[in-house]
């Protein structure tokens, strides 16, 4: 008995040519008996009652229907799908195929010169079918039934898994989930806000609720993880749901987005973590492409600071929109190192040009735009981690500031055409020097462009989840450590927005850019840092102040407990853009101005350990820490 499974395994099943064979040889006798039975039930199952012509007919047309047969199958690819995998459309195939073999009976037979009765072919089509569709998913339905009783046994001591989203994506999900050997999870239940569906199964899977049920559920089912099946949700909807799967405990994975849907993209390896920004409830920002494109493309653009995590998303999306030339300025090699070779891996064809340089040194920014004559200059260089800088002030009054002048200066002086300088929420009414010193470089930036044919802009938006230095990765890195997650104030609130999308729409801001003008973004409702923390503790699967404590060690030198987009003197102008705002430029003295800046360049070259009483001269919104001062 082994040897006989072990050749039909070895020599039937696994070598083509022989199904080929085999699956020929069963179609013919299928053919034989089609012919037969349906005369048979024609005439009311009484053998002797079928007329001697109608048989010897079949017969005599017995080897051109095998042939035209056996060719109709062929062109279908009924002898070469896989049937251990057969699905809707092999089932379609073999419903055509049979329907033309079916249609040809009565012209066979009226060449031949004999009229069948009018019911054959109906009769000859069922039978075809069967027979055909029977041996080739009658191998199909063995591999399963072997295989479930295979998973049966593997299975048992899988992770249970909840899946959410009873549609087109769960249903994908839940069948790679149960016909892989290789996935350790055992889908258990369905949630679905649909009532339609409750009580219902799928792929056998019950669909035992709404959102409301997922604790009880979790429970009941002794669920391990959640799989969010819902790529067509909106950002609204899935918060909802998210915040009722976060405080189950269970991990947490997403399937992305409707594109994948679209796409046919569906499997468990698109499924990722469950991340922070899936909690912040906003739609993504939407961005006019063919807008950026129409001034980016076939433009030469350099970008400063191409290494940080804005300048280097500045390039990925700029290098995205088909530039002449990209250029990236930068003074840290490291960083910049990795988005070379991340760029030149994405886009082979980009022109691509990476200088390793200080935007501090005028000869050199001078000579870099004498040599490659930048189109648009994306300015993302700066020093922005307010606490360093409050220890430092002197060096980012260098960078930010005079790091911004020269390479503004040069700009105007080799004919750039746009000059668009990252700012920040923290340029408003500021309480740190980086602030301050974002501040005045909004005002060169408005001074260089009354002066110059260079149009001069700015753009300013609070934090972006992610970036370096940001709260996100640090806190990532202490529950990572065990605790505890650090948090200056419980009541302290900022607004938040991913890289892409802040990038995206300094890109569009880019384009409405007319010369002088402050953008400013729309960040959304702002996100207290406490709440971050703990979905964030509750995201890597602790319990916050069991597993995982949160201190607060109060706010740092020159920290605010909220941001501001605008100053009081700035008022709003709409843009086509819903996301991007316009502030009413304010009215400064350029005389006084331009003495301020000298004394200041003098003060921090000398390191003076009062240049914030010179910066407070110029900004007159700047408030210094009073410790901060008395200290010094």
Not at 390 to 414: C, H, M, Q, R, W
Not at 574 to 586: L, Q, V
């Amino acid at each position: 008995m082994k040897a006989m499974k072990k050749f039909i395994k070895d020599k039937i099943l696994d070598i083509p040519l022989n199904r080929i064979i085999i699956l020929t040889l069963m179609d013919i006798c299928g053919m034989f008996a089609a012919g037969i039975l349906s005369l048979y039930i024609r005439y009311d199952f009484k053998f002797m009652d079928i007329p001697r012509l109608f048989i010897n007919t079949v017969m005599e047309a017995f080897p051109v229907n095998v042939i035209i047969t056996i060719l109709i199958y062929w062109l279908f690819r009924l002898y070469k799908s896989v049937w251990r995998y057969a699905s809707d459309s092999e089932l379609f195939n073999i419903l055509v195929a049979v329907f033309i073999c079916a249609l040809i009976q009565p012209v066979i037979f009226l060449v031949m010169g004999v009229r069948m009765p009018f019911s054959y072919p109906f009769f000859y089509g069922f039978f075809m079918l069967a027979f055909s569709a029977g041996t080739r998913f009658s191998y199909r339905i063995l591999r399963v039934l072997q295989h479930r009783r295979i998973l049966g046994m593997q299975k048992s001591s899988d992770i249970n898994c909840m899946i959410i989203g009873a549609g087109a994506s769960g249903n994908t999900i839940i069948k790679e989930i149960q016909t892989s050997s290789y996935l350790r999870m055992n889908p258990v239940c369905v949630i679905d806000d649909n009532p339609i569906c409750h009580g219902k199964y799928l792929r056998g899977v019950p669909i035992v609720g709404d959102r409301n049920t997922i604790p009880d559920n979790v429970q009941k089912y002794n669920v391990s993880e959640i799989i969010i099946a819902l790529p067509s949700a909106k950002k609204s909807q899935m918060k909802g749901i998210l915040e009722i799967c976060r405080d189950t405990g269970c991990k947490m994975r997403i399937l992305p987005g409707v594109y994948q849907l679209i796409n046919g993209d569906v499997n468990v390896s698109k499924l990722r973590e469950v991340d922070i920004e899936d909690l912040l409830g906003r739609e993504p920002v939407e961005v006019n492409i063919d807008e950026i494109l129409g001034y980016v493309e076939n433009k030469t653009v350099l970008v400063t600071g191409g290494g940080g995590s804005i300048g280097s998303e500045i390039c990925r999306q700029v290098a995205a929109h088909n530039p002449k030339k990209l250029i990236i300025v930068d003074i840290y090699e490291n960083t910049t190192y990795e988005v070379q070779q991340e760029l030149n891996r994405e886009h082979p064809g980009l022109d691509l040009t990476v200088l390793i340089a200080s935007v501090r040194n005028t000869h050199r920014m001078n000579s870099i735009m004498k040599e490659y004559r930048p189109d648009i200059i994306y300015h993302a260089a700066a020093h922005k981690h307010v606490p360093l800088m409050e220890e430092s002030p002197n060096e980012a009054i260098k960078n930010n500031v005079f790091g911004t002048l020269k390479t503004a200066v040069a700009a105007d002086k080799y004919g750039v055409k746009k000059f668009v300088m990252i700012s920040t929420d923290k340029a408003v009414n500021p309480t740190n020097i980086m602030g301050a010193s974002k501040r005045i470089c909004e005002m060169i930036i408005q001074t260089m462009d009354k002066h110059s044919e260079t149009d001069f802009v700015a753009v300013r938006f609070g934090n972006v989840l992610g970036s370096n230095g940001s709260v996100i990765p640090l806190f990532k890195k202490q529950i990572e450590a065990g605790g505890p997650v650090t948090v200056t104030h419980p009541d302290i609130i900022r607004y938040f927005m991913t890289i892409p999308e802040a990038v995206s729409l300094v890109l569009q801001a880019g384009a409405y850019a007319k010369g002088g003008e402050i953008f400013v973004l729309d960040m959304g409702e702002p996100v207290k840092i406490l709440d971050l923390a703990k979905n964030l503790i509750k995201l890597s699967g602790y319990k916050v102040d069991e597993d995982i404590k949160i201190e607060f060690t109060g706010l740092r030198p020159g920290e605010k407990m909220y941001e501001e987009l605008l100053m009081d003197e700035e008022g709003l102008t709409a843009t086509a853009n819903k996301m991007i705002h316009i502030g009413k430029p304010i009215e400064l003295d350029e005389e006084e101005f331009a003495k301020g800046l000298q004394a200041l360049e003098e003060a921090s070259l000398k390191d003076s350990p009062h240049i914030k009483e010179v910066v407070s001269r110029i900004v007159p919104t700047y408030t210094i820490d009073k410790s901060e001062e008395n200290r010094e």
